[in-house]
Every structure is written in structure tokens, then in C-alpha cells.
């Protein structure tokens, strides 16, 4: 779907740059095409400033005893407040209890481009009880994407499974649980990708900014063969002169806490911040045709994905048991 304040035309142009950028490489395309984008923007930005916003872009919230079970909207976030306080994970999960549990585990700080600031290192292995000790003295690194939950059924058990259940799909595939462990203060970058998501805040808070998928545009996305899609703009500084239609964006800011349960679909543009120290868990799962609902350009173009390829992705990811689309460093 294209944003509503832009012209047909114009979206069918901007989405020709896409996918010549993603075959041409960033640099033979600004030589290229670089002129023809800069006119393109330049004429969505004069008709954007004048036409009408349609239907606003929302995040749906429920609160306890306005819910039995969720009902994933298609295209809206939605947090179910209070969700997840009975479950075990929320019950007795606490960065002591990994320590104890789990404090020799070697865990990988998966620093991919566009999930990380420009500033942080690549790739670097840690015990879990040094990170979280490193972390309480306030280092800013970062687990995200760990499988810890996904190759541990006893932590697996922690989790309301009926539940979890409610949010599938007919024909999704390749269901994953990732865990996040940061401290006060991390924080990942604007990125989006194909497997819609439900996300159990366990310990802790998290802030979260959402924008609908065709918000790419505006957020000035740029295609560069990854498995996942990302951008650098600030969400906080809309006059950015490198992000010159980021003012049309529709940002939406929600806070999170132990306890809630979150759900997002396929290709939903997010942001995230820890206010506190914060454990939570992903669970997702590919769906194609919500997927290819969202966006059939983001969900084609994955398919041509070099960075790592797709094919060498699902089988270092049979080959290793891990989920090698977050486990590269290119």
C-alpha cells in the first residue's frame, strides 16, 4: 500500500529507484539515478505538504478484562496490557536467575548493520554472567536475537503456549523465539523485517516507535541486499536535511512493561529503547502471505537478499541450528 498524501504515479516511480538501487549497488546508482531521485522527492514533497493524511496509522492497546484471547490486526501493532503476569518467564525471570542458571552460557552480540549505532563493534562472544555483570555497571552492549529460548524447551515452558498459539497463521513456518537482554539507555535503530512478531516484555521497560510499512518511504530506506531492512534516520529529528520527507512520517510511541505482550505485523517499521534494564522475548514466525499483504516489493526483493544470500542463509541456519539472516556480519 502506498501512503495516502502520495500520488499514485510518484509511488510507482519511487518503487522503479528501489529496485533499480537494490540490482545497481548504492554508488552506480547515485551516479545513475541519483538526479532523478532528488526530482522525485522533491515533487512528493510539494504535493504531500498540501494533501490530505487518510486514515491514521494507530497502535491498538487492551487492557486487562477488555481481552480473552488476542486478535493479531493485520496491519496495527497492538499491546495487551497485563497479558503475561501469571506466566512463569514474568514470574521468576530476573538477571540473578539467568546468572545462576546460565551465567557460564557463551553468548554472541549479534552487532549487525542497521540493528546497532555506527559506533558499536561488530560481532563479539561474552558469558552471560560477565555481560550482565558489565551491563549493570552500565556498558551499553546489547544481546538481541539470541535462540537461547528457542534451543532450551525448559524456558520454552515459561511461556503461555495457548496463547502464543492464538497469534498463528494458516501456513507460517519457521517459528523462532529470540531473547533481548540490554541495560538503561540501548537502544536499535529503525528496522523492519519479513516474520510478524509477538514480543513479552519480561523484566523491565521498553519504548517502542511504529511506523506503517509504506512509512519506508519517508524514512528514506534504502535497499542494500540485506535479509532485513533498516534506516538511520532519527525518529526524534524530523528536519534532518538527509531525511527531507521524514516530517511526513507517521510516528506512533508506545512504553511497554513486565508483563505486556506485544504484536506487530510483517514489515512494521520499529524502533526500540530500554528506559530500564530490560529482558524481553520474540516470537516470530514467517508468514508469506501477510508478508507479501504488507508489501510485495519488501517481501520480493528479500528473495534477492546477497547479504547473506537467502539460500546459504536457510542452510547455515539447518547446518548450525541458528538463524544465520542475524548472525552475519557483512
Request: net charge positive.
Amino acid at each position: 500500500m502506498k501512503p495516502y498524501n502520495v500520488k499514485t504515479s510518484h509511488w510507482y516511480a519511487y518503487n522503479a529507484l528501489c529496485v533499480a538501487e537494490h540490482f545497481l549497488g548504492h554508488k552506480l546508482y547515485q551516479r545513475v539515478l541519483g538526479g532523478a531521485e532528488t526530482s522525485l522527492f522533491e515533487k512528493i514533497d510539494a504535493h504531500a505538504a498540501t494533501a490530505p493524511l487518510g486514515e491514521p496509522f494507530r497502535v491498538l492497546e487492551f487492557q486487562k478484562g477488555e481481552y480473552d484471547y488476542p486478535e493479531p490486526h493485520p496491519y496495527y501493532p497492538a499491546i495487551y496490557r497485563g497479558a503475561a503476569d501469571d506466566w512463569a518467564c514474568t514470574q521468576k525471570w530476573s538477571f540473578d536467575f539467568f546468572k545462576e542458571k546460565f551465567g557460564d552460557k557463551e553468548m554472541v552480540l549479534t552487532n549487525n548493520v542497521g540493528l546497532v549505532g555506527q559506533e558499536q563493534a561488530k560481532f563479539e562472544t561474552i558469558k552471560l554472567s560477565d555481560f550482565i555483570d558489565q551491563m549493570q555497571a552500565g556498558s551499553k552492549k546489547y544481546i538481541k536475537f539470541s535462540q537461547m529460548i528457542h534451543e532450551n524447551s525448559g524456558l520454552q515452558d515459561d511461556f503461555n503456549g495457548e496463547w502464543l498459539q492464538r497469534f498463528h497463521m494458516t501456513s507460517e513456518f519457521k517459528k523462532l523465539f529470540f531473547m533481548f537482554m540490554g541495560g538503561k539507555g540501548t537502544a536499535t535503530p529503525i528496522h523492519t523485517a519479513l516474520p510478524p512478531t509477538v514480543f513479552v516484555q519480561v523484566y523491565g521497560s521498553k519504548k517502542w516507535n511504529f511506523w506503517p510499512t509504506s512509512d519506508r518511504l519517508f524514512l528514506g530506506v534504502r535497499p542494500d541486499r540485506r535479509t532485513y531492512y533498516h534506516s538511520d534516520a532519527d525518529p526524534y529529528n524530523i528536519s534532518d536535511p538527509k531525511f527531507p520527507l521524514q516530517k511526513y512520517a507517521s510516528r506512533r510511541e508506545v512504553t511497554i512493561n513486565a508483563g505486556d505482550v506485544l504484536w506487530f505485523p510483517a514489515l512494521v517499521w520499529h524502533q526500540v529503547e530500554n528506559p530500564t534494564d530490560s529482558i524481553g522475548v520474540a516470537y516470530k514466525f514467517f508468514h508469506l502471505p501477510s508478508s507479501f499483504r504488507s508489501s510485495k516489493l519488501l517481501t520480493s526483493l528479500f528473495f534477492f537478499a546477497t547479504k547473506p544470500f537467502i539460500f546459504k542463509s536457510a542452510l547455515m541456519s539447518k547446518i548450525n541450528k541458528r538463524e544465520y539472516i542475524f548472525n552475519n556480519e557483512q
